[in-house]
Structures are given as C-alpha cells and as structure tokens.
C-alpha cells in the first residue's frame, strides 16, 4: 500500500544547497524562500504552531544566505524581501533589527514607506 502513502512536501529553504552560491543565485534563492513562506505567514498571523517554525525556519535560511552576498545593494535587496516576510508573519521586532542592517537609504526609504508600523 506504498501507493497511498503521503510523501512529506520539502520546502525549498530546507533543500541543501549544493556549491556555494553565486550573488545572484543567492538573491534568486531568497526570493524564492520569502515567496513560499509569506503564503503560510500572512494567512496564519503566526498563531498556528506549524506555520511559525515554517516561518522560523525560512527567515533564518534567508538570514543565513543573505550574510553571504558580497554585492552591497544585492544584499540590501535581499534583507528588504526578509523584512516583508517579518512583517507579513507580525514579527515586528525582527523587522526592526533587519532594517537597521540596510545601508542604501533609499531601499530604507522604501520599507519605511511600505511599512509604516516600524517607525514607531
């Protein structure tokens, strides 16, 4: 009865990586990562157990990943889509902290104007 059996689905941040990425590989992999998780994380509001690991889990691989992009705007691109997957779960504070890594002002700008709420 193998036919039946329920195959666990992986996530992508939970996929090794294989090599070192490339800075756009790497931003590619990021967009991807904070794509995937803001479904669970806007729908969820983070109150289900499940979808907060998940959420957990993608912010940390894309933290992770992110560290590793030599290219500063590249960077401050990726930070910026982590900071939407933040603010899509209710993580405020997390929000915060990766906001103050951007150093282009104008994505800065950007997330200000897009989030408002961290300003406070």
């Not at 983070?46 to 030599?70: G, H, L, N, P, Q």
Request: glycine share 4%.
């Amino acid at each position: 009865m193998r036919w039946f059996a329920r195959k666990t689905r992986q996530d992508i941040w939970d996929e090794a990586i294989e090599g070192s990425l490339g800075d756009i590989e790497a931003a590619e992999r990021i967009r991807a990562i904070c794509d995937a998780a803001a479904a669970g994380a806007a729908g969820s509001g983070r109150t289900d157990k499940r979808d907060s690991e998940r959420y957990e889990r993608a912010a940390k691989v894309a933290m992770e990943i992110a560290m590793k992009i030599s290219d500063g705007l590249m960077r401050d691109d990726a930070v910026r889509r982590i900071v939407d997957l933040c603010m899509a779960a209710n993580d405020l504070k997390t929000a915060q902290i990766l906001l103050r890594a951007i150093h282009a002002s104008w994505i800065r700008e950007t997330v200000q104007r897009d989030h408002p709420t961290l300003m406070q």
